[in-house]
């Protein structure tokens, strides 16, 4: 944001899949492993290095970016970070259109999103 840094949290990319089971498979072809999610419920987070993907079979429409605020890159909760409640402020501030947003006068797990000038999605989603 103008002036400042602000850590935006951990990204990955978030993939709207028809076959949660094919694309593991395909996936893992290219070196990804899987790191979390719940096959159960349809969802993966899967690792090639530092870079991340989610794989989520009937949850979304589209692909999204992802911002995990309250993370670092191993998914594991930071001490220090920027609320995605403070994200969503600062974004407002600046003229930012949010597509949804997150409860400000709430504590805790919480998401926002919006869309770049060009029709991309992006998730600001935090769990701690």
């Known amino acids: 944001m103008t002036g400042q840094t602000t850590t935006l949290g951990n990204f990955s990319v978030s ?3 028809k076959d949660l089971q094919a694309s593991k498979a395909f996936y893992a072809k290219l070196g990804f492993e899987k790191i979390g999610g719940d096959e159960a419920q349809n969802w993966l987070i899967l690792r090639n290095g530092e870079t991340k993907i989610g794989l989520f079979q009937g949850m979304f429409e ?13 998914g594991d909760p930071l001490s220090e970070f920027t609320d ?5 402020k600062q ?3 600046q003229g930012v259109s949010l597509t949804t947003e997150a409860d400000e006068s709430t504590t805790g797990p919480a998401s926002f999103t919006m869309v770049d000038p ?9 769990h701690v």
């Open 118 to 126: 060009d029709g991309n999605a992006i998730l600001f989603d935090q």
């Open 84 to 88: 995605v409640r403070e994200l969503q």
């Open 15 to 17: 993939l709207a899949v």
């Open 62 to 74: 589209g692909n999204l970016m992802t911002f995990n605020p309250g993370w670092d890159s191993n």
């Open 91 to 93: 974004l407002k501030s």
